[in-house]
């Protein structure tokens, strides 16, 4: 009995999150004679919990979804039949998504082209947003006053110069093809992170720190002390106690 | 059945939720109690988390879930119920509270509650889920009916025998959904007062009350009545928790809104609604319910 239950749960769920059940045409769609007759209802519960993952996901991924416009229809079909739900959380959701574009882009290119470097923001804003620390746990014997690139903090190499976009000040204006390096942080006591635009010198050397390190290796740059200080306070680089 | 003279006044609140945060502090002396999203304390935002611990000693809490998935016929994710134990500690709550329903089987996560089928063979898992879940928490567990679009054709018991059976093995007490009953009697045709009048006496312990909307669809035969926490709470919801009164005596009353958030007027007008109607019961003996903390 009790296995039995299962497999009906997992058929059950099964349909319900499969592209059939969601679009397809509503009679005969659900196979289980235990599931007879109530093909109606399970259309509109598979219909209803599409569009709370969907929400779900366009939370986070507003413009890269209003980017791939007519692509967006097709684009959502193919991923419920790849990517069944496997999480309630918003950001999960968002990052299968984003998962599934990057693996469609391997081969096809993505349209238009700065689409990956938009999601890739938009991914990374929801992350520094909600929270989430990407560095190593368990550092706490790392010594007082090392350095390393702020966990909280995400570091994006973007193909194309997406600033103009970002700040709504783009009109109709394609993107220029420019390396554009961009950090998403979170300064403390905000609860919105910032976007800034960082040298490649800056760059290189914050993906270096992804441990602490005696800031002293930089005693040959000048002003150092003030530098990381200001890296510190814009959230880049954490400092340890 | 309670009696008049003995009858706490329950407290009335609102579920908390971040996007209101500062309307909510703001008017914090309008609520007596608020019901945290214990799963929003596991993987909410560092803000979310630290806003909603920020409010212990502030006003009371309650305690509810959306992950547990008790129906799942698969074992209990027990790391899961221990974090809640921990965060029922810290939050003080005084129970916790999960639907009596499936969201998810092994790889896969619907994210929407599904019914169970109502047989005594599902009753016997859910009972010994139960008592894990009892063994492991230090606070009364509660069962919520949840609302439904399709029905299992095996189920051999109603809503009410279910419910009750499970209660009755474990103690678990009832966390009563209105809206939920209100959607199911109207959307099945079934009679929601005798639904009330199979559950125990005294069993319900919390309330759940939110305002849906009237879903017409083309291939739908009839309109269908969808529990979206968006609009005001339908008066002949209110008359079912009226009819609830005659026989529990329910702790606290929460106020479940998750979309149009902005229409904050409409939060206060239900919450004065709910005051207005269940809260000026004089006490004879002893305070409210549920004691404002700090």
Redesign the interface.
Known sequence: MADRLLRRQVRLVEHLTSSAGIFGAVRGLSNDPELHGLDLALHLEARFSHEKRMQKIEWVLTQTLELLGHRREAMIRDFVEACPPTGISWLGNARQFHAFLKARWRHEPPVPAHLPDIAAYEIAYATVRAGERLGPAGVAEAPAGTIRCHPAAVLLCCAHDIRPLLEGRAGNDTPARRETLLAVTMLPGTDEPQVSELSRDLFEMLEMLDRFIDPSIFHDMPDAGMLIQNLAAGGLIEVHP | MPSEACRLRPAIGIGYRRPLDEWTRVNLARFDVLEITL?HCL?????T?AAIFDLVGQISLTAHG??LSI????PLDLAYVDELAAILDRLKAPAYSEHLA???????????L?PL?RTR??AE?VIAKVRTIQSRISVPFLLENITY??????SELSDAELLSLICAETGAGILLDVENLYLNATNHGFDPYAFLDGLPANTVKEVHVAGGVTLL?D??PRR?F?DTHSHPVPEAALDLLDYAFKRHAPQAIVLERDDRLEAVDEILDDVARLRARYSPIEVPHGGPAVAAAG
């Open positions: 799963d993987t909410g935002s560092e803000a988390r959306i992950g129906g799942t016929n698969a499936f969201t998810r089987v092994p790889g896969r996560d619907l994210g929407n599904l089928p063979a599902v898992q679009i399709f029905d299992w054709q095996d669809d291939l739908l269908l969808q």
